[in-house]
């Protein structure tokens, strides 16, 4: 529920209201990734016209603080991963002539020592495995699923975070910049199969929908595997487009 602040009368209003949005995210009754309620709406809760609702938003689209998507809505920024960081999930708009905008929420990292094929390629650890889970947005209008493991003897230290500091951020560079840990080599694979029932409640796709399940496995220097993933993308009409790195 977004407060109003104090009206002061020194400022416009558009000023203030933008103001009383911009304190309701910093205090994070309003996160990254949330959707602002309508224009309607907002009119209607707070008291201020059409008029200056609207020309509160753009403000705050100047600012960086939101960014408004056609046809879904106004959403808190934070959240979106810089196109020259993106590796697999690279969607394209209709014509082909740039990438969608790409949002990561991290959802958990946990420690597990369940076995399963993440250890084929990262190899047996006694501290068992650091799992990040991610919903992944693409362009607000359809969810991907990522399960993420590295080893927990080598990256024990990431489940000090929490799981907001990971929102939008590249693994990748996070592991250059904290472990200074450089991620090299990618494989990666995909196939056509049955979302397990977990997955398909978590991004809100019906039970026994066939989608894309990508494998993809990084190694870093001397071809040391340190990222074993899983992602499942389900049905859409949007190009995916995948990077060839020549050997």
């Not at 009383?20 to 809760?45: F, M, W, Y």
Request: proline share 6%; aromatic share 8%.
């Amino acid at each position: 529920m977004i407060k109003t602040a104090s009206k002061q009368q020194t400022k416009t209003k558009y000023k203030i209201l933008s103001e009383t949005l911009a304190e309701n995210i910093n205090t994070g009754k309003l996160k990254p990734g949330d959707r602002l309620p309508s224009e309607d709406k907002l009119v209607s809760t707070l008291g201020y016209s059409l008029g200056t609702v609207q020309r509160a938003l753009r403000h705050l689209v100047e600012l960086g603080v939101v960014e408004r998507v056609h046809g879904s809505g106004t959403f808190v920024t934070g959240l979106r991963a810089p196109e020259e960081h993106l590796r697999h999930f690279r969607f394209l708009n209709e014509d082909g002539s740039k990438l969608l905008p790409i949002f990561f929420i991290t959802r958990a990292i946990t420690q597990t020592s369940c076995q399963g094929p993440w250890v084929d390629t990262l190899g047996p650890d006694r501290a068992g495995f650091v799992k990040i889970d991610r919903v992944i947005s693409v362009n607000r209008e359809f969810e991907i699923f990522s399960e993420l493991y590295l080893p927990a003897s080598q990256f024990a230290s990431l489940l000090d975070m929490q799981p907001s500091e990971l929102d939008g951020v590249s693994i990748r560079d996070m592991l250059a910049e904290r472990f200074n840990t450089q991620t090299l080599d990618t494989r990666q694979s995909i196939v056509c199969h049955v979302f397990p029932p977990r997955v398909a409640k978590v991004i809100n796709m019906p039970i026994g929908q066939f989608g894309l399940i990508l494998t993809a496995s990084n190694t870093s220097h001397r071809h040391v595997p340190i990222i074993w993933q899983r992602a499942y993308i389900p049905p859409s009409d949007r190009q995916m487009e995948f990077l060839v790195h020549a050997t």
